[in-house]
């Protein structure tokens, strides 16, 4: 399976732009790259995810290098109730290597703090 | 409302003692997945099911059951539940198309003594 590689924390203050990366060296040309967030107390839930292009949503910018083995999760502007982990996934367009695309990893996340 | 449910919530239950942690979804989801949550171990994944009749291995499966006789509810089975099965467990539910986002329940916390 294709995994994902996070830091473990980050800090940020608020109102200010933060960048959250995510390595995925050994990426598909099919895989997916999702990010999902949880905050405390809850389930997780999704942000954004793109294939190629950069993406953007009211939540956050999606930021995809060029030869895909790296991405990087942009909040404009953060806020206190962006305090969370946030976790970065790969998801397979489909079957393949006798890996199925329903069989999902998602790691340790990066548990973000954000200062007022 | 869309949502996932899952029930109980809480459970303090003792070795031994066979239990089920139900999960329902109300948007007609093809798939649907269990997690559990560890301090330090982040997400990980029991089992998940990309159909009714459908189900196949996660990460950490070992000691879990699942069936899928109805599209909307996907029961996770401990027959005989250990400590090590103390964890925080998130059921969720997506289409089937693997670009569309998971909805996740609301987490079941799992205290085996």
């Known amino acids: 399976d294709a995994k994902t590689t996070q830091p473990n924390s980050m800090e940020s203050n608020e109102e200010e732009p933060v960048h959250l990366p995510c390595n995925h060296s050994t990426i598909s040309g099919t895989d997916y790259i999702h990010w999902y967030r949880q905050l405390p107390s809850q389930g997780p839930e999704y942000v954004i995810h793109g294939l190629t292009s950069n993406v953007n949503n009211r939540m956050a910018s999606l930021a995809i290098a060029e030869d895909r083995k790296s991405s990087t999760l942009i909040l404009h502007r953060a806020t206190l109730r962006d305090a969370a982990v946030y976790y970065c996934?790969?998801?397979?367009?489909?079957?393949?290597?006798?890996?199925?695309?329903?069989?999902?990893?998602f790691g340790q996340g990066t548990i973000l703090t954000v200062h007022p | 409302e869309a949502q996932v449910t899952q029930n109980p919530r809480y459970l303090i239950t003792v070795t031994g003692k066979k239990l089920t942690v139900t999960c329902s979804q109300n948007m007609n989801h093809e798939y649907m997945s269990w997690y559990r949550q560890d301090p330090g171990l982040g997400l990980r994944q029991i089992y998940y099911?990309?159909?009714?009749?459908?189900?196949d291995k996660g990460d950490v499966p070992e000691g879990y059951k699942v069936s899928r006789k109805e599209k909307r509810n996907f029961p996770l089975i401990l027959e005989s539940p250990s400590p090590n099965q103390t964890s925080l467990y998130f059921c969720?539910?997506?289409?089937?198309?693997?670009?569309?986002?998971?909805?996740f329940g609301p987490g079941t916390r799992l205290t085996v003594l």
């Open positions: 099911s990309m159909n009714v009749e459908v189900t």
């Open positions: 969720a539910s997506s289409p089937i198309s693997p670009i569309r986002e998971q909805f």
């Open positions: 996934i790969l998801r397979a367009l489909f079957n393949a290597g006798g890996t199925s695309y329903g069989k999902l990893t």
